[in-house]
């Protein structure tokens, strides 16, 4: 996967303007200046295919960037203080709609926290709510050159009782300066475009067999459904989607 490849497509400030998926979508999540920008920027190697503002907030739109096969989703920072409680309803609003659009085809969630500090309240919302929605998500741990040896496994070991689930989650501490993270982070971002590549040639071959499976029902034995099932590379057990899978 070529990184440097890499195009901004365009961006969305209202719900009802995103038209539905046409392939995976991965989407980065996190605090107003958490970084989310750098953190695109330093994965697909440009300076400044995704904007980055001095001025918290200064995002409120979500942005798409096609990458190969799957698109990356840039969504609005929240938990900014200096804004009025009607534009902070509108991000969450845009950002709520868009995790629970059931016309997305999202495979992964990434979700920043600033490695130097606890998590916030909105930061644990978030994580709550992408478990409780049975999204998949893994969590990026920003400015990690900001903390020494010590510093880090302090705060590794309060994430743990901080976050729930933290020990079974994926975590990847990320730094701009050191690029610490981006690496592993690129090796993610291409599983996930090979898994979904892999799910829409199984899946479609899966329909070519239900459709012969649906024409030959009532003329044909149906001790040639397993050799069917062999054909498309699916087990005896059968395939299981995932539910954000349509």
């Known amino acids: 996967m070529n990184f440097s490849k890499a195009e901004f497509l365009t961006s969305f400030g209202k719900l009802s303007q995103m038209p539905p998926?046409?392939?995976?979508e991965i989407c980065f999540s996190g605090r107003s200046n958490v970084g989310k920008s750098t953190l695109i920027n330093k994965l697909l190697n440009r300076k400044s295919i995704a904007r980055v503002s001095s001025v918290p907030g200064k995002t409120v739109t979500i942005n798409?960037?096609?990458?190969d096969n799957i698109?990356?989703?840039?969504?609005?920072?929240?938990?900014?203080?200096?804004?009025?409680?009607?534009e902070k309803r509108g991000w969450s609003n845009l950002i709520g709609g868009y995790l629970e659009d059931d016309r997305r085809d999202l495979e992964l969630v990434i979700q920043l926290i600033d490695m130097r500090h606890a998590p916030s309240r909105d930061d644990l919302q978030m994580i709550n709510f992408l478990i409780e929605r049975e999204l998949p998500f893994i969590i990026v741990l920003t400015k990690a050159d900001k903390l020494n040896k010590r510093e880090r496994e302090e705060r590794m070991a309060a994430f743990a009782e901080e976050i729930p689930y933290f020990e079974d989650i994926t975590c990847v501490p990320f730094s701009a300066v050191t690029l610490e993270g981006v690496e592993q982070l690129r090796g993610i971002i291409e599983e996930v475009s090979e898994d979904y590549a892999d799910f829409l040639e199984n899946g479609a071959l899966l329909d070519d067999a239900d459709d012969i499976d649906g024409k030959e029902e009532d003329t044909s034995d149906t001790s040639e459904e397993p050799a069917q099932q062999e054909n498309t590379g699916i087990d005896a057990a059968g395939y299981l989607i995932p539910k954000n899978r349509k």
């Open 21 to 24: 998926s046409d392939r995976g």
């Open 64 to 67: 798409f960037f096609t990458l």
């Open 71 to 86: 698109y990356l989703v840039d969504l609005p920072g929240y938990g900014y203080a200096k804004v009025s409680k009607g």
